[in-house]
């Protein structure tokens, strides 16, 4: 049983660092898109396309020609007329005229469509990808409380337990918290005190 710890103490340890590692990715993913094969990343901040896209989800997306784009896409546009917001709504319908695309969208969770159509040069790309919820870490870490609790804090901590590291390195002894030999449990011919 005691050499069944060590192994199962490393299967936690790779699996703990599997599951930081794709945490991280994550992350960093809202950062560098490509990451998620995408060319662009955005934190959904309405609840316009729920239930499908939450508030605080992220969404990946990828830009694509116009021309492929189809009823029941999600795509990402801006407003337009110098407002650089972006919305993230579905195709409800694909019209052209002279040569140009234009789409009607509309918000899942909204009763009406868009009041306008999106024109071809608006648009932003096709959402490929969302995750939810990691949107709202993302924000609050963009501010300057969350730098602090999400950089300093777990910087300040590393470098307080290298310190104790330093200063007082294991020695490997029962006391600083390593295990003890396993003993073996004694067999049936040295046992004392038999009936026999």
């Known amino acids: 049983m005691s050499s069944e710890r060590p192994s ?8 703990g660092a599997l599951v930081l590692l794709a945490v991280v990715l994550l992350f960093v993913s809202t950062v560098v898109p490509q990451l998620a094969l995408a060319d662009h990343a955005y934190v959904v901040q309405s609840d316009s396309m729920s239930p499908a896209i939450g508030a605080g989800s992220v969404v990946y997306v990828s830009s694509v020609d116009p021309g492929r784009i189809g009823t029941g896409d999600v795509i ?6 110098g407002d650089d917001s972006r919305i993230t709504h579905r195709v409800v ?16 969770a909204n009763e009406e469509v868009d009041p306008e159509l999106v024109p071809a040069s608006s648009l932003v790309g096709v959402v490929s990808l969302h995750v939810p919820l990691i949107g709202w870490v993302v924000s609050f870490a963009g501010t300057g409380l969350g730098m602090f609790l999400m950089v300093a804090v777990p910087a300040g901590v590393l470098l307080v337990l290298e310190i104790r590291d330093l200063l007082w390195p294991s020695g490997g002894s029962a006391a600083d918290g390593a295990e003890p ?13 038999s009936d026999e």
């Open 76 to 81: 990402t546009f801006t407003k337009g007329s």
């Open 93 to 108: 319908d694909v019209q052209r005229e002279g040569g140009e695309v234009r789409f009607r969208t509309k918000g899942d």
């Open 8 to 15: 199962l103490r490393r299967v936690g340890e790779v699996l």
């Open 181 to 193: 030999a396993a003993t073996d449990p004694p067999t049936d011919s040295e046992v004392t005190g």
